[in-house]
């Protein structure tokens, strides 16, 4: 039982509700136990990860207590405020406190304007449900309305505050979980308004959360809107964001092929309920104009020279010029840690491991390659030496949490939001002494504000957790990197202690190592975002000793390391690292080549043909290099779904697809490997980067892809032949599972127009599309939300709960695991004994010795304190929540919140260059020129600028790095580095097709390949 709902209270008590009795767990609440076994009890203000406040008055039941002569009493009170004793008795169905519940929803329900059939929210509306359940169904109130205006909240949330029933969870959701500033609730009695002071785009990166927490239509996803569909028409199934490295759990709904939204799906370990806003609204980019839907040969689309073909005939044709492209000639591949691990093995098996490079830049494979190195390696028997990597769940259960390095708000955010969970849930010393249960909101919000924080941050810049933090100290990696090692060496005099320390670093050295001493569960943040290596090496380290005090002399490691925290004692540490992209971890375990090293194969010759995996390289390394790549003038075969500056250039191009029309596995930062499935078949061309490998080694006699008919062959096969991969076959059902004979219905029994969808082309009703990769039907006939395997979950559903709020109904307990068997597969520290948290076992990390390696990495030497290089600035990336990630930013509301390109300084160095606003900056790396306007970052310490990572219209720079910087004059019109989101793609009759020019090959007007010239 997670300490979150029990607050630490242990035993077990009997409760009785509606005369049933239940042993469960003392210092619950009523309403959580209720909904956890079954019962259907209304609720509107109660959340299962916020709490109770006992706002609404919609949980009411009549309870039962003796009085002081024994006689028997009982008044109505709220069940989500009553907390389970030995003997609480409570009636939901007391006939008092049914006609309170539909009274109290009468009142609500006063000024709403009754405008279902119109709302957004309609067919997932939790007061919909809750007015139903209650019975109130006849409207007496005939007076007048009150009435609100409504804001413009941004591009991502719209807003009708008519609707608005003052259950106050968005309010605690914006402000109290998530941190916000500028939004709140205005007025009193019966004029109390959500929202913000005026209008203005929502500033928080968990807005849309607003969505899925308020149970009516105040909030709704004004994405959707520009392409609305009833609820009970999209057709959904899990899915895993795309968007950075976390791996959230997704739930993306469609429509007439389009994709409409994205919601979260519950994860227990990895994102709970919630998502953030890259991750909700990022989704648009599988429906851009920048789609690449057909074949194309050489800036032909395959369908324009053989308009007549059908898509089978013309997919050939693209087939064939690919072979003609590899036909005995000498082919590498480039991958990428955005497309799939079945997608890349396809790859890698065409082209040959020797062959296969890993498309990551140089910092990302080294970083990324000690993440697994620090969970003891990705080989079979993986984690000996290693620290169990750390999942998000982890953080809920430390007493202190030390972030070093990372922006969390912009490279993970939902980590983020899970540390802010976590401040406000923890429990405190106050809480402990005066028994405030964690379900009770009201009052551990007061309690919090007087304890101090348990959180303490080092990193190169401010951010937005900085105002929540104990301490918040901006520093360069190297520096933070010294932090870390002098802390190590506090908690252990074993490690070596750092030199020439400043009296204010060992100062902050002691504050923090005291805290450290007292932390029972330590968690330490780190990851690859500053591009440190030597930091990420101290931060292991630091987690390693911390973890080694909990387990020296205690055989077994985790069980009784747990019990010594229970006690007093010094608990397992855990340690989270995260990764830039959503299978960043798969695709360093699966190994290969650096991409320097691909580049320089064909810069020698040594290929002629370059097959590139959904990868704009561009991103990637010197935009010189590539071009180099292009001037040396090998075949380019990629595989995309969406335009760059690669498929501009390539001479085959094969249109991949998305996450969102595929079935597949990624490996997230704590190497979980989780099953995304297509919710929309892949249209015309486009299909599976791995179909088209399959189908092109086919093409050449090759035996590799023989017999991959669907997903699962491609997983056994990568299983069979990289042992590191084993296990992920059971990270959810086959496509073979069937339950009575069926498969699971991604559409809902409500699903309308099945009939009519495709009326304008042909009356009859079209057969359902077929899904040889997954248990998943595109059809409403089929298994449903309740008997699904959980790693098929389609939706959140059940019969009387519509909305998201229906969760516990197919979860074991409220905030408990999903019902049906397990998600995802753990992959790294596999090889770790004994047991215990979400990471799982951490013992035989314990039993090494501290003074040892950092994980399964040797422990870091200190580096000297930074000292600036005169006329030179260390260069360091800063991340964008919106910006930094590619994909994203082809959804037009998050392109619209990007920033645009620039070099950050702090004053005084901003001073000494004689810097104002609205200035330029000139950099200069080797080979490298780079201007854009100038930008105060007032935290970012002297001698350090900030370059926005992955920003469209900024070249890829090698960060951490050095250069100069000077003042210059803004260029007459700024050149963009490449191809940006939102911009046209390339005129394909005009682009040049040198671009591909195989000695020999010609291609006549009927598009037909003269393969036979190639040489
Ligand atoms: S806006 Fe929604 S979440 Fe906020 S108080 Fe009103 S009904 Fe509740
Ligand atoms: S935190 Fe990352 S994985 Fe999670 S929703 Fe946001 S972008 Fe997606
Ligand atoms: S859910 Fe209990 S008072 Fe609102």
Not at 95 to 120: Q, T, Y
Not at 571 to 592: F, H, Y
Request: net charge negative.
């Amino acid at each position: 039982m997670s300490a979150e709902r029990t607050n630490g209270a242990p035993g077990l008590v009997t409760v009785i509700i509606d005369g049933r009795e239940f042993r469960v767990e003392a210092g619950r609440n009523m309403l959580d136990i209720a909904l956890s076994r079954g019962f259907d009890l209304p609720f509107f203000c109660w959340h299962p990860l916020m709490g109770s406040i006992g706002a609404c008055r919609q949980c009411a039941v009549r309870l039962y207590w003796t009085g002081r002569n024994g006689e028997e009493k009982s008044e109505i009170a709220m069940a989500c405020m009553t907390e389970a004793q030995e003997g609480t008795r409570i009636d939901i169905d007391d006939e008092e406190a049914v006609r309170f519940r539909a009274e109290m929803i009468e009142l609500m329900m006063l000024s709403h304007p009754h405008d279902c059939p119109v709302c957004d929210e309609g067919g997932e509306c939790h007061l919909q449900d809750m007015t139903v359940m209650t019975g109130h169904s006849y409207r007496r109130y005939a007076g007048l309305k009150r009435t609100f205006p409504n804001q413009d909240l941004g591009p991502f949330v719209a807003h009708e505050m008519n609707r608005c029933i003052t259950c106050y969870r968005c309010t605690r959701l914006y402000n109290d979980y998530a941190g916000g500033h500028d939004f709140g609730v205005f007025g009193l009695r019966d004029q109390v308004y959500f929202g913000r002071d005026r209008d203005g785009t929502l500033e928080s990166e968990f807005s849309g959360n607003l969505v899925e927490v308020c149970p009516t239509g105040v909030f709704t996803d004004k994405t959707l809107a520009g392409h609305y569909s009833r609820k009970w028409d999209l057709q959904t199934a899990p899915s895993v964001c795309p968007h950075c490295g976390l791996g959230c759990s997704t739930t993306p709904g469609a429509r007439y092929g389009e994709l409409r939204r994205v919601v979260s799906r519950y994860s227990r370990e990895v994102n709970k309920m919630f998502l953030c806003d890259r991750g909700r609204y990022g989704y648009e980019y599988v429906n851009a104009p920048q789609r690449i839907r057909e074949a194309r040969v050489a800036w032909r689309p395959a369908s324009q020279v053989a308009a007549q073909a059908t898509q089978d005939a013309r997919r050939e044709q693209a087939l064939d010029a690919a072979a003609v492209m590899l036909r005995g000639r000498r082919a590498i591949g480039i991958g990428s840690p955005r497309a799939s691990l079945e997608d890349n093995y396809a790859l890698r098996a065409l082209v040959g491991s020797d062959h296969f490079y890993l498309g990551l830049s140089e910092t990302d494979y080294d970083l990324v390659g000690e993440v697994i190195a620090v969970a003891g390696g990705a080989g079979a028997g993986g984690g000996a030496g290693g620290l169990p990597p750390g999942a998000l769940a982890d953080v809920q259960e430390a007493d202190a949490v030390f972030i070093l390095g990372e922006d969390l708000t912009n490279t993970a955010p939902m980590l983020d939001l899970t540390v802010r969970t976590w401040l406000r849930l923890r429990p405190t010393a106050q809480e402990e002494r005066v028994h405030i249960r964690r379900w009770n909101d009201a009052a551990i919000g007061r309690a919090k504000r007087r304890e101090p924080s348990a959180l303490w941050i080092a990193a190169p810049h401010a951010g937005k957790l900085d105002e929540l933090a104990a301490d918040a100290w901006h520093a360069t990696p190297d520096d933070i990197a010294r932090l870390a090692l002098a802390l190590t060496h506090e908690v252990d005099p074993a490690s070596p202690a750092v030199a020439d320390l400043s009296d204010a670093e060992r100062e902050r050295v002691a504050r923090w190592a005291e805290a450290l001493r007292g932390g029972r569960r330590p968690v330490i943040i780190g990851g690859v975002s500053g591009g440190s290596r030597l930091l990420l090496r101290a931060s292991a380290h630091l987690a390693r000793v911390l973890d080694a005090r909990a387990g020296v002399g205690v055989p077994g490691g985790g069980a009784e390391a747990g019990g010594a925290a229970a006690g007093g004692g010094p608990g397992p540490a855990r340690l989270i690292l995260t990764v830039p992209e959503p299978n960043s971890v798969g695709l360093r375990m699966m190994g290969g080549g650096r991409l320097p090293q691909a580049i320089a194969a064909v810069a020698r010759g040594e290929a002629d043909t370059v097959v590139i995996l959904d990868n704009d390289l561009y991103r990637r390394t010197a935009s010189l290099l590539v071009d180099d790549l292009f001037r040396r003038e090998p075949d380019v075969l990629a595989l995309a779904p969406l335009e760059d500056r690669i498929t501009a250039q390539a001479g085959v191009v094969l249109p991949s697809a998305t996450v969102a029309e595929s079935t597949g596995t990624f490996v997230n930062n704590e190497g979980r490997a989780q099953r995304f499935f297509s919710v929309l078949p892949p249209a015309g061309e486009t299909r599976e980067a791995w179909r088209w490998l399959r189908d092109l080694m086919g093409r050449l006699d090759r035996q590799e892809a023989r017999g991959w008919n669907d997903v699962d062959d491609v997983i056994a096969a990568l299983e069979h032949e990289l042992p590191q991969f084993r296990g992920i076959a059971t990270a959810a059902p086959r496509a073979g599972w069937r339950l009575a004979g069926s498969e699971v219905a991604r559409q809902p029994r409500r699903f309308s127009g099945r009939t009519a969808m495709d009326a304008d082309a042909s009356v009859h009703e079209p057969a359902p599309d077929v899904d040889r990769d997954s248990a998943l039907a595109y059809s409403l006939e089929g298994v449903g939300p309740g008997q699904a395997p959980a790693a098929l979950l389609p939706r959140t559903w059940s019969p009387g709960w519509n909305s998201a709020s229906g969760l516990h109904k197919l979860q074991e307990e409220v905030n408990g695991p999903l019902r049906n068997g397990p998600v995802g597969e753990r992959l790294l520290g596999r090889g770790l004994a004994g047991g215990g948290g979400a990471s799982g076992p951490a013992g035989s990390a314990r039993a090494a010795s501290s003074a040892g390696a950092s994980g399964g990495l040797p422990a870091p030497v200190a580096p000297a304190a930074s000292a600036a290089r005169p006329g030179e600035f260390v260069l360091l990336p800063v991340h964008h929540i919106y910006g930094s990630d590619d994909r994203s930013m082809y959804a037009p509301g998050v392109l619209d919140r990007a920033p645009a390109p620039y070099i950050a300084l702090c004053q005084a160095d901003a001073d000494r260059l004689g810097l104002a606003a609205g200035d330029w900056l000139e950099l200069w790396q080797p080979w490298m020129d780079v201007r854009a306007p100038f930008r105060l970052l007032m935290s970012l310490p002297e001698g350090v600028a900030g370059v926005p990572s992955g920003l469209p219209g900024m070249p890829f720079l090698s960060l951490p790095g050095r250069g100069r910087l000077a003042r210059c004059d803004a260029p007459p019109s700024p050149e963009p580095a490449g191809l940006a989101p939102g911009q046209d793609p390339p005129d394909h009759a005009s682009a040049s097709a040198a671009a591909w020019a195989p000695a020999g090959a010609t291609w006549e007007p009927d598009g037909a390949p003269d393969g036979e010239a190639k040489p």
